[in-house]
């Protein structure tokens, strides 16, 4: 994943040096670090997958280790005091990828949040008419993955009484006849931009009534 040079080196000496505070007594409990957390909100923002960072983690874990046997070997330190470094080595490891995972996901979360916000935002403005305006109908039909041209069919399902809506499973149902739409809730109701593109407004209507539960 390209990620400029100063930003990936700097993210690494932050959490070796974090490492070897908390081993050494400098910082404290590895839960909750503030570095671990700041660079787990840092690569999720830049879309570095998880995997790759808890990866990375434990490599920097294997670095320091690797440097506390030599210097060990240099030193000719007990057998015991080694193995007891290690032990505390990888229960700090564990505990920062902890923590970075927790804030990874977090941030993973705030960020649909906010897309899907966004999403609601278009399909809002969409349904009062802006789409008249050709640049935003463009832009939104890109972010929404619908056709700029062609023609809609707009469905409207109400709330049926136990709270849920009288059409469901309609998107992968649709999606599976490579049929695409989008989908909102607006008050009690649940209304759908269904893209005809090249097909009939039969055939969409074909795949959408066996879903319905209710007035549709």
Known sequence: HPEPREDLYGGCRRYLHRVLEILSGEAGNPD?????AAIGRRRAE?????EVMLRTFRLGGRIV??????????DHADADVVLEAATSMWTVIDGLSSTLSTSYRN????????????????????????????????RTAQE??????????????EMR?????????????????????VWQVRADTLVGLVALEQ??????????????RGRV
């Open 65 to 74: 280790w690797e440097a506390l046997v030599e210097q060990a070997h240099a």
């Open 107 to 138: 941030t993973e979360l705030e960020r649909l949040r906010r897309d899907d916000q966004r999403r609601h935002a278009l399909v809002e403005d969409l349904l009062s008419g802006r789409a008249r305006d050709t640049a935003f109908a463009q």
């Open 199 to 212: 097909r009939s407004e039969a055939g969409a209507l074909e795949v959408l009534r066996p879903l319905a």
């Open 161 to 181: 009484a136990d709270g849920s809506f009288a059409l469901a499973g309609q998107h992968e149902a649709l999606g599976g006849v490579h049929i695409r739409s």
């Open 144 to 157: 929404l993955d619908l056709p700029t041209g062609g023609r809609y069919l707009v469905v409207v399902a």
């Open 46 to 50: 830049q879309g570095v997958p998880l």
């Open 32 to 36: 909750g670090d503030d570095v671990a």
